[in-house]
């Protein structure tokens, strides 16, 4: 799928993916945001008839991301997980550990509960609530930088409206960019989408069938 979208913020070269994540380039990093593994095994063991294959579809999305993008660090910018501990947390190490090359960071959000294994996985660690990257803060929750920062965010997993005819609609992942504060978008399919406040100032770029796209009016720059 393509294209992607290429621009400069705060002194740093950033590419938002379709795939729902970010490339820093100039880091060789990748960032990604609540992939909340666990919550099909979660929702099912307690009753609600969740497709058993959702999961299954998310890990391979992410192997797919890893491979086309190989790189030196993968940030989880939080909720990685969904509640405890269960078969998805087995496979996630699983698919980590093939990918030697690569160091992974878990920025914890509110739905992270388990603890890393230390004895399963070599290149996997869990990092302080917000880290510094470049010029760059990386966190879960926009409220975990610190004023004036420049933060790249998951938590919030933005969508965006867009209206057609005959009061037609239909709902996009997007990113949003609104002065010093950029909120990624899930990359879980069973998230769900939240509209964020759109101020007069905030750019918007949505995930559609062809790639990733300003939307008009929201492009970032302008």
Same mark, same amino acid.
């Given at each position: 799928?393509?294209?992607?979208?290429?621009?400069?913020?705060?002194?740093?070269?950033?590419?938002?993916?379709?795939?729902?994540?970010?490339?820093?380039? /100039?880091? *060789?990093? #990748? $960032?990604?945001?609540?992939?909340? %593994?666990? +919550? =099909?095994?979660? !929702?099912?063991?307690? @009753?609600?008839?969740?497709?058993?294959?959702?999961?299954?579809?998310?890990?391979?999305?992410?192997?797919?991301?890893?491979?086309?993008?190989?790189?030196?660090?993968?940030?989880?910018?939080?909720?990685?997980?969904?509640?405890?501990?269960?078969? /998805?947390? *087995?496979? #996630? $190490?699983?698919?980590?550990?093939? %990918?030697? +090359? =690569?160091?992974? !960071?878990?920025?914890? @959000?509110?739905?992270?509960?388990?603890?890393?294994?230390?004895?399963?996985?070599?290149?996997?660690?869990?990092?302080?609530?917000?880290?510094?990257?470049?010029?760059?803060?990386?966190?879960?929750?926009?409220?975990?930088?610190?004023?004036?920062?420049?933060?790249?965010?998951?938590?919030?997993?933005?969508?965006?409206?867009?209206?057609?005819?005959?009061?037609?609609?239909?709902?996009?992942?997007?990113?949003?960019?609104?002065?010093?504060?950029?909120?990624?978008?899930?990359?879980?399919?069973?998230?769900?989408?939240?509209?964020?406040?759109?101020?007069?100032?905030?750019?918007?770029?949505?995930?559609?069938?062809?790639?990733?796209?300003?939307?008009?009016?929201?492009?970032?720059?302008?």
């Amino acid at each position: 799928m393509s294209p992607s979208i290429s621009f400069e913020w705060n002194q740093e070269k950033l590419v938002l993916l379709p795939e729902k994540a970010v490339w820093l380039p /100039e880091h *060789d990093a #990748l $960032l990604i945001a609540d992939l909340h %593994f666990g +919550k =099909t095994a979660h !929702f099912r063991k307690n @009753g609600l008839a969740f497709p058993a294959n959702s999961a299954a579809q998310d890990f391979h999305l992410l192997q797919a991301l890893l491979k086309s993008h190989p790189c030196k660090r993968v940030y989880f910018l939080g909720d990685l997980f969904h509640s405890e501990e269960n078969h /998805e947390w *087995d496979t #996630l $190490l699983d698919v980590l550990a093939s %990918f030697q +090359k =690569t160091s992974f !960071f878990l920025i914890p @959000g509110n739905h992270d509960l388990v603890s890393i294994p230390k004895n399963r996985i070599s290149n996997f660690l869990c990092t302080a609530p917000s880290i510094k990257l470049g010029h760059l803060t990386l966190a879960h929750d926009p409220q975990d930088s610190n004023k004036g920062d420049y933060t790249i965010c998951g938590h919030i997993h933005p969508g965006y409206r867009l209206q057609g005819k005959a009061r037609q609609s239909i709902m996009l992942p997007a990113f949003y960019i609104h002065e010093r504060l950029l909120l990624l978008p899930a990359f879980g399919a069973l998230t769900g989408l939240v509209s964020p406040h759109i101020s007069k100032g905030s750019s918007v770029a949505i995930i559609g069938p062809t790639g990733v796209h300003w939307v008009p009016g929201r492009k970032f720059g302008t």
